[in-house]
């Protein structure tokens, strides 16, 4: 009994100072004293997953799957650990594997984001009326509208149940027989489906993801609306360095805007904040965000830009989906749909990534870019000089 009582104490000795160290953003330092800490009580469910989480964010996925395999032998319905498992699954193109965990995601997050719980859940037979609704943020919403053509193909009306924000953008979406903003404007019988949980549905694997772009259109109005605001004369660059505050990612995706600064020092180039929720921007750079009253006006003035660089927020899918040039920054560890390590992504044909190689480290990744931006522009002044 004392034995097992000391070998407690130095577990949660160790499990405080791992803690420690991964607060430090110092994951794999805390994933070897995790694994100190596993050594003398591995039947500990909660040390496990705090192990798999440190390998996780550290960068050594199948470590952290194997670990998270080890936590749901001893707990098989650890939420945290099957949402974790997913995003695992999915990032190393385990696609078949990773959407079934994916549908974890009710649990992990709050019940209230499914808005029809008692409604039968659409499993890809034939139904006459299918309402699809999204229940993430308009990034993720762009990224999956692409599904809704292909689920058309198996129902005889789709009604896509959205946001105001995001719903005249997506009347222009293949696929949709009707936008409904409100309960009011939904059919008496229907099945339903969340946006996310398609690839699901349709067996969606990498070399399957349906990347005919663009699967959404800008208003010929608002373009046209657009067209005076930028000089033609200079390579028209959109910038996003922060998306939203709150996401949880949000310390290690965003990028200091002094990263951006220097790459409107290049000649020939003028750069135009994109994102609507910054209200000053440095010196020298344009400003659309007080005009971006809705993704349609977003999606009007990215028509106009040569490029867009930005973080990984909403803009990125939009500008993917409209098939517009458009280079995403990534963190060391970033979101599960970019997957690992590549400068490509099958979901957006036009979009290059540029990841961290090492946690934290943006001016690495800049001294990336600006050199590509520099060729970039003199690209693009070559292209005009033969137009």
Not at 149 to 163: G, K, P, Q, S
Not at 212 to 238: E, H, I, M, S, T
Not at 359 to 378: I, K, Q, S
Request: glycine residues 6%.
């Amino acid at each position: 009994m004392k034995e097992s009582s000391e070998m407690m104490a130095l577990a949660e000795s160790l499990n405080r100072q791992a803690l420690d160290l991964f607060e430090s953003k110092r994951y794999l330092e805390a994933a070897n004293v995790l694994l100190e800490a596993v050594r003398h009580l591995p039947n500990l469910p909660a040390l496990v997953a705090n192990l798999a989480t440190a390998l996780y964010r550290g960068g050594l996925f199948e470590p952290a799957r194997l670990s998270c395999d080890e936590v749901l032998k001893l707990d098989p319905d650890n939420v945290e650990i099957r949402f974790l498992r997913a995003m695992i699954l999915l990032r190393t193109g385990n696609y078949e594997a990773g959407w079934e965990e994916y549908e974890w995601r009710w649990k992990h997050w709050t019940k209230s984001a499914d808005p029809f719980p008692d409604r039968k859940r659409w499993d890809g037979s034939r139904t006459p009326v299918l309402v699809v609704f999204v229940e993430q943020a308009p990034g993720d919403a762009f990224q999956f509208l692409r599904f809704l053509r292909l689920a058309r193909e198996r129902v005889d009306r789709l009604v896509f149940w959205t946001a105001v924000e995001i719903g005249d953008l997506v009347r222009t979406v293949s696929g949709i027989d009707q936008v409904a903003m409100t309960r009011s404007d939904l059919p008496d019988k229907y099945e339903v489906i969340a946006l996310a949980s398609l690839p699901r549905v349709l067996a969606t694997r990498v070399d399957t993801i349906p990347a005919d772009v663009p699967y959404v259109l800008a208003d010929p109005a608002k373009v046209q609306g657009w067209a005076a605001r930028f000089d033609r004369g200079l390579v028209n660059v959109g910038v996003a360095w922060c998306g939203n505050p709150k996401n949880p990612i949000a310390q290690e995706r965003d990028v200091p805007v002094s990263y951006f600064e220097s790459l409107a020092r290049i000649p020939g180039v003028k750069l135009h904040n994109v994102n609507p929720a910054v209200k000053d921007v440095p010196a020298g750079f344009g400003n659309c965000g007080p005009l971006l009253t809705d993704f349609g006006q977003t999606a009007a003035a990215l028509s106009h830009l040569d490029l867009l660089i930005a973080c990984d927020t909403s803009v990125v899918h939009l500008a993917g989906a409209l098939a517009r040039p458009v280079w995403t920054v990534l963190a060391f560890v970033p979101d599960w749909r970019w997957l690992t390590r590549r400068e490509s992504t099958p979901w957006y044909p036009t979009m290059r990534l540029f990841w961290q190689q090492r946690e934290g480290d943006w001016g690495e990744v800049f001294g990336r870019v600006e050199p590509a931006l520099r060729e970039f522009v003199a690209g693009a002044v070559e292209r005009r000089k033969s137009e």
